[in-house]
T-cell receptor, first 114, second 112 residues
Framework: EAGVVQSPRYKIIEKKQPVAFWCNPI?????LYWYLQNLGQGPELLIR????????DSQLPKDRFSAERLKGVDSTLKIQPAELGDSAVYLC????????????FGPGTRLLVL | GEDVEQSLFLSVREGDSSVINCTYT??????LYWYKQEPGAGLQLLTY?????DMKQDQRLTVLLNKKDKHLSLRIADTQTGDSAIYFC????????????FGKGTMLLVSP
């Protein structure tokens, strides 16, 4: 079974530029998560989707971050414009729907903003 | 508050047992998890324990939960160099949701 796929794996951009990350969850997983992992920290939830609906986006900085999951499968996370402090690892995870379902993580996208 | 705390670093010799500790503050936690992250990789679920359990064993891994002290530990028996990684403790807080709150991670270094 294929795991959670993310691309690109690495991205280097200059500040004020836009950037987008893509995630393909495990087949059959209705729930999709985007996490932010700063250096030396654990992951922090940015947004959670149930199918195509964003059910928890309370930690998403909506002034510059946006996300979509139009058909309830793949998802894109965008930052526009990027700031130096956005340099981090962006992790995507997926799970079956329902409480306490195990989350499976992708390898992450490492973003460096110069 | 919702805080998960871990010691930052542990060094052991190959063949020894490793014990990684975690404390959490929210008594309403339902599940507690241990994830492993190798360099440049995502998080891999190792094991989890439901909050009404005291212990869970899975091959070389033993999880102990002390609900009174809100203390969770992960014991790795016969630690191997391939176990070198960062280990994250996480708690699932909200009934009906699967939102996880992670600690900062413990870096385990296994020397030959």
């Amino acid at each position: 079974e294929a795991g959670v796929v993310q691309s690109p794996r690495y991205k280097i951009i200059e500040k004020k530029q836009p950037v987008a990350f893509w995630c393909n969850p495990i087949s059959g997983h209705n729930t999709l998560y985007w996490y932010l992992q700063n250096l030396g920290q654990g992951p922090e939830l940015l947004i959670r989707y149930e199918n195509e609906e964003a059910v928890d986006d309370s930690q998403l900085p909506k002034d510059r971050f946006s996300a979509e999951r139009l058909k309830g499968v793949d998802s894109t996370l965008k930052i526009q414009p990027a700031e130096l402090g956005d340099s981090a690892v962006y992790l995507c995870a997926s799970s079956y729907s329902g409480p306490r379902e195990t989350q499976y993580f992708g390898p992450g996208t490492r973003l460096l903003v110069l | 508050g919702e805080d998960v705390e871990q010691s930052l670093f542990l060094s052991v010799r190959e063949g020894d047992s490793s014990v990684i500790n975690c404390t959490y503050t929210d008594s309403s936690s339902t599940y507690l998890y241990w994830y492993k992250q190798e360099p440049g990789a995502g998080l891999q679920l190792l094991t989890y324990i439901f909050s009404n359990m005291d212990m869970k064993q899975d091959q070389r891994l033993t999880v102990l939960l002390n609900k009174k002290d809100k203390h969770l530990s992960l014991r790795i028996a016969d630690t191997q160099t391939g176990d070198s990684a960062i280990y994250f403790c996480a708690e699932s807080l909200k009934e009906g949701y699967s939102t996880l709150t992670f600690g900062k991670g413990t870096m385990l270094l296994v020397s030959p």
